[in-house]
């Protein structure tokens, strides 16, 4: 029998369990900050992905958009340490990496100790500005879901030059962390569709030839009448595909599928989202949501403020943050929500320890 390898990232779950102090503080009605944003400084995009949830919400999602400025980067780091946000992943509805400002934030950030990570599609990484970038960052993730130059045009409408790119800019990354042992975590995310099943493998022996740490492969985020087209049915069809990449693990390299939400089609075993309580975003224009799922969707209902008009300690600590907190546990979570939601597996958590079962001291 082959050695089960281990997934030190525990992309399949939740990391709370490390983080109590700010459960009990939540579990006994406190107003807390989160313990980690997702942020987007930019607004526009270089792809075009098939998969792309900004179309549901309403966005073209490719190129122009808006560019925060990095004085308000710096200035929403700096209160998000003050405030007590352990983690900050550059993430956004937009490409990242097309705001200059990226860079001097990343370094910025390590200089307060606080930590950030930085997911890309990859085609446009500063060369001169790699080792700096990486030494800044926990880990560093490459949103790429194709393995041949076909299928990646077809499922991220960019021709076989962006391709090369993007690869090229992975074993630059990889090279740089090697040669200066830096802890970096390098991956690679890819997004599961019709299209791109025959992808799973060939991806997986990718990421281990390009030298990765990691690679994910997750279900698309959809709403629940499948306007995206997910293939939620088919994931139990095609578990030996999922084994076989798995089998490309090595001590060295991991290919985590995400089982949980793979196997249970979408579904939720909870009504009430407690999760944005953790985990918040902010728009690449400033605006903060309790999740990404509302970039655009009734702005007038759940916008808790803009890091461009006030500090974002001033918003966390308004009565409007607490407000839209409140009016988030109101929300049908199956038919108002994205199916692979942001904050799914803490939710499960969570609505567990607000629901406890009976006679809880025989554990």
Request: overall charge neutral; some cysteine; charged content about 30%.
């Amino acid at each position: 029998m082959a050695k089960e390898i281990k997934d030190q990232y525990n992309m399949d779950g939740h990391k709370l369990l490390w983080h109590l102090d700010r459960v009990n503080e939540f579990s006994k009605g406190k107003k807390i900050a989160p313990l980690h944003v997702d942020f987007g400084i930019a607004t526009g995009c270089n792809m075009g992905c098939k998969y792309c949830y900004g179309v549901i919400q309403g966005r073209d999602g490719i190129n122009g958009g808006h560019l925060m400025p990095k004085d308000k980067i710096i200035a929403f780091l700096k209160d998000a340490k003050e405030i007590g946000v352990r983690s900050v992943a550059f993430i956004g509805e937009g490409e990242n990496t097309l705001n200059p400002a990226l860079y001097d934030s990343l370094n910025y950030a390590k200089s307060i100790d606080l930590d950030v990570s930085l997911a890309t599609n990859g085609i446009e990484i500063d060369h001169t500005r790699i080792k700096d970038m990486l030494e800044s960052l926990v880990w560093i993730r490459f949103n790429i879901s194709a393995a041949t130059v076909q299928s990646f045009y077809h499922m991220h409408k960019i021709k076989e030059e962006g391709f090369k790119k993007v690869l090229n800019n992975i074993k630059k990354c990889v090279e740089i962390k090697k040669k200066y042992n830096l802890s970096t975590t390098i991956g690679m995310q890819m997004v599961l569709m019709h299209d791109n099943i025959d992808d799973i493998v060939p991806l997986s022996k990718l990421g281990k030839d390009l030298g990765v740490d990691y690679l994910v492969i997750k279900p698309t985020s959809d709403t629940y009448d499948k306007r995206l087209n997910s293939p939620d049915k088919e994931y139990k069809d095609i578990i030996d595909i999922f084994k076989e990449a798995e089998s490309y693990s090595t001590k060295d390299y991991i290919v985590s599928v995400k089982w949980s939400k793979m196997m249970n089609e979408g579904k939720k075993d909870y009504d009430i989202c407690y999760g944005t309580k953790f985990i918040i975003a902010i728009s690449g224009n400033g605006n903060v949501f309790p999740c990404g799922h509302w970039f655009n969707i009734k702005p007038d209902e759940y916008l808790m403020g803009n890091i461009e008009q006030q500090s974002f300690k001033e918003i966390v600590q308004s009565e409007r943050y607490w407000e839209v907190q409140k009016k988030i546990e109101k929300v049908d979570v199956i038919k108002d929500c994205e199916t692979n939601c942001r904050q799914h597996y803490i939710n499960q958590f969570l609505y567990k320890l607000k629901n406890p079962p009976s006679h809880i001291n025989f554990i």
